[in-house]
C-alpha cells in the first residue's frame, strides 16, 4: 500500500468531451507527478505540481492541466479528448526523491 | 536526449530458472535509477533505488545493479508469483522540463515465470 489513491478506476469518455481524475496524496507529501501510460509502454511524464505551483512539464499540450490543493489531492483535467488519450493515468507522490503511485484511471475514448 | 532502453521485452522462464533483465539509459546527469514491478492493469510498485556505479541493493530474489550505463535485475530462483513486467527509470539531475523529480522510464520487461 502506498497511500495514495486516485479515483474514478475506470472511465468511458467520448472524442471532444472533457474529463476530470483525481489523486490523493499521503500527508507531508507536497509533490504530485501525472503520468500517461498506453498499453505496452512505460510511463510518460505529464507534468508535476509543489505546493500547489506547475514545476515541470513533459511533451503535452495545454489542454492536458491539473491543480494541486493543500490537503495533498490533486486533479488532472483533459480538454477536448482526442481517441489517442486512451490510457492508463498515474499519480505519484514524492517523499526524499522516491515517487510512490497509486493505481491508476483507465481512461477509454470513443 | 535522455533516453531508457529495456530489454529483453519479454522473458519466459521455468520456475528456478535465473535470469537477468537489462537496462541502458543516458542521462545528462543520473539523479537516481529506479526499478518498479508492475502488475497487469495496476499502479508500479517501487523496488529500489541506485544512485551510482557499483552500487547494488537486493530483496528476497531480486537484486538490482548498476555501471555507469546500464543497470540489471537479477532474479535468482523466480517463483510464478514473480511475473509481472518489471519498469526501470531514471531521473536526471538536470532540470527537465523545469522540474527534477520526473521519472523517464523504459518500456520494461515482461516476465513470465512457468511452474
Known amino acids: 500500500e502506498t497511500g495514495v489513491t486516485q479515483s474514478p478506476t475506470h472511465l468511458i469518455k467520448t472524442r471532444g468531451q472533457q474529463v476530470t481524475l483525481r489523486c490523493s496524496s499521503q500527508?507531508?507529501?507536497?509533490?504530485v507527478s501525472w503520468y500517461q501510460q498506453a498499453l505496452g509502454q512505460g510511463p510518460q511524464f505529464i507534468f508535476q505540481?509543489?505546493?500547489?505551483?506547475?514545476?515541470g512539464r513533459g511533451n503535452f499540450p495545454p489542454r492536458f492541466s491539473g491543480l494541486q490543493f493543500p490537503n495533498y489531492s490533486s486533479e488532472l483535467n483533459v480538454n477536448a479528448l482526442e481517441l489517442d488519450d486512451s490510457a492508463l493515468y498515474l499519480c505519484?507522490?514524492?517523499?526524499?526523491?522516491?515517487?510512490?503511485f497509486g493505481p491508476g484511471t483507465r481512461l477509454t475514448v470513443l | 536526449e535522455d533516453q531508457v532502453t529495456q530489454s529483453p521485452e519479454a522473458l519466459r522462464l521455468q520456475e528456478g530458472e535465473s535470469s537477468s533483465l537489462n537496462c541502458s539509459y543516458t542521462?545528462?546527469?543520473?539523479?537516481?535509477l529506479f526499478w518498479y514491478r508492475q502488475d497487469p492493469g495496476k499502479g508500479p510498485e517501487f523496488l529500489f533505488t541506485l544512485y551510482s556505479a557499483g552500487e547494488e541493493k537486493e530483496k528476497e530474489r531480486l537484486k538490482a545493479t548498476l555501471t555507469k550505463k546500464e543497470s540489471f535485475l537479477h532474479i535468482t530462483a523466480p517463483k510464478p508469483e514473480d511475473s509481472a513486467t518489471y519498469l526501470c527509470a531514471v531521473q536526471a539531475s538536470g532540470n527537465y522540463g523545469g522540474s527534477q523529480g520526473n521519472l523517464i522510464f523504459g518500456k520494461g520487461t515482461k516476465l513470465s515465470v512457468k511452474p
Open positions: 500527508s507531508g507529501h507536497n509533490t
Open positions: 505519484a507522490s514524492s517523499l526524499r526523491g522516491r515517487q510512490f
Open positions: 542521462v545528462s546527469g543520473l539523479r537516481g
Open positions: 505540481y509543489y505546493r500547489e505551483e506547475e514545476n
